[in-house]
């Protein structure tokens, strides 16, 4: 299902942004102090860079960590972008912050994921912007879920914000994995695929929550046609006040975005097309004979369940189908495909597997 967002598209938010260039935001988690600010910002700006990030009021997790400088900080935000030409933006998370960045000039606002949760904040900021002619973007929520994050774009739409972009951060996550925040790039991947007008920004920093694999997020979000990169830097990111571990020095931001290879959706060649044309009809070919086989295992699936009904036997057995799964991964993985694809195809024919079953073992007696 398709969803109707009146939305100008980045070109036109007068950045200075062509059709098919990312863009690209940097700056530090945090304002600091005013010295922070501007030389981030000086430095930032002998990069290619095209909006000026800061946090003002920092939403941390838990209490008695720096909780952003607060107002006084917009000051040094707006000092930055006079000296350097760059427009700037920061996260708003109630309606006075929505008041005292709009006072101050900020160019673009933002929601952070703790907001995108709430509907009533979010609505509260929708409210404060009918008639404010303003970019805003959305993070997604901490959960993974999207109808909360379409939910939120609908009630800034609703207000009138026509500029609107998403910006995935990835999800929280009870389980320690490599990231921070799961990426889940099947979530991102299906609002393109919802609304397809929407610019959809990749915030690396938050998804990594370190360093060294910024790179590498950096370019699969290029890879999955993203349209925009937002990167934490910072003057020092050892010493930074929120996210130390995540920052990067404005040079290193730089080599970042310069080694991005920027590819295109479709192409203008006859030839080229027509091989990928050969290629797709070869994965529909092999789509359909999985869907073919998967009927198949299902009508087995029945058969057994039948037999079993007869004898009075449970369907599911966990020894069974902990043998079952675990093999199943294994074969998988010998041959290349994931761990983690393996379980999540498992689980899911297992799912399908026993809804057939149910379907037979209760059906009425004949
Ligand atoms: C941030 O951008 O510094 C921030 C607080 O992000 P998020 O809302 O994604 O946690
Ligand atoms: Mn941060």
Redesign the pocket.
């Known amino acids: 299902m398709q969803i109707k967002l009146n939305i100008t598209p980045l070109e036109d938010w007068g950045l200075g942004l062509s059709r098919k260039e990312p863009l690209l935001i940097s700056g530090p988690?945090s304002a600091e102090t005013e010295e922070q600010v501007l030389e981030t910002a000086l430095r930032l700006n002998k990069q290619k860079i095209h909006l000026l990030r800061a946090?003002i009021w920092?939403?941390r997790t838990r209490p008695n960590s720096f909780e952003g400088i607060g107002s006084p900080a917009l000051k040094w935000l707006k000092k930055a972008s006079k000296e350097t030409g760059l427009p700037v933006t920061c996260?708003v998370a109630n309606v006075k912050h929505v008041y005292e960045a709009l006072r101050m000039g900020v160019d673009i606002l933002w929601l952070?994921?703790?907001t995108t949760v709430n509907p009533f904040a979010v609505q509260e900021i929708a409210n404060a912007l009918v008639d404010v002619d303003i970019p805003v973007m959305v993070?997604n929520p901490v959960n993974p879920d999207l109808a909360l994050w379409i939910g939120a774009l609908e009630r800034l739409n609703g207000s009138g914000i026509t500029k609107l972009a998403a910006i995935h951060?990835g999800f929280s996550s009870h389980s320690q994995t490599r990231y921070r925040n799961i990426p889940l790039w099947e979530i991102p991947i299906e609002m393109m695929r919802r609304i397809p007008e929407l610019p959809m920004i990749c915030?690396p920093s938050?998804i990594c929550g370190r360093r060294d694999l910024l790179q590498e997020v950096s370019q699969k979000a290029m890879d999955l046609n993203f349209d925009g990169i937002m990167l934490?830097s910072h003057i020092n990111p050892a010493k930074a006040l929120s996210?130390a571990k995540q920052q990067v020095v404005p040079e290193k931001y730089g080599e970042i975005v310069n080694s991005l290879v920027i590819r295109k959706t479709s192409t203008d060649d006859v030839m080229v097309q027509h091989t990928l044309d050969d290629l797709r009809e070869l994965i529909d070919e092999k789509d359909q004979e999985v869907i073919s086989i998967l009927v198949e295992r299902m009508g087995i699936a029945e058969r057994i369940g039948d037999y079993k009904r007869e004898n009075g036997i449970t369907i599911l057995q966990p020894a069974r189908w902990d043998e079952l799964i675990r093999g199943r991964v294994e074969a998988g993985e010998k041959l290349g495909l994931s761990q983690q694809f393996m379980q999540d195809l498992y689980n899911a024919v297992h799912n399908e597997s026993i809804r057939h079953q149910t379907k037979v073992m209760n059906k009425a007696a004949v």
Do not use: L, M, S, T
């Open positions: 988690c946090g920092k939403p996260e952070g994921a703790r993070k951060r915030d938050h934490e996210d």
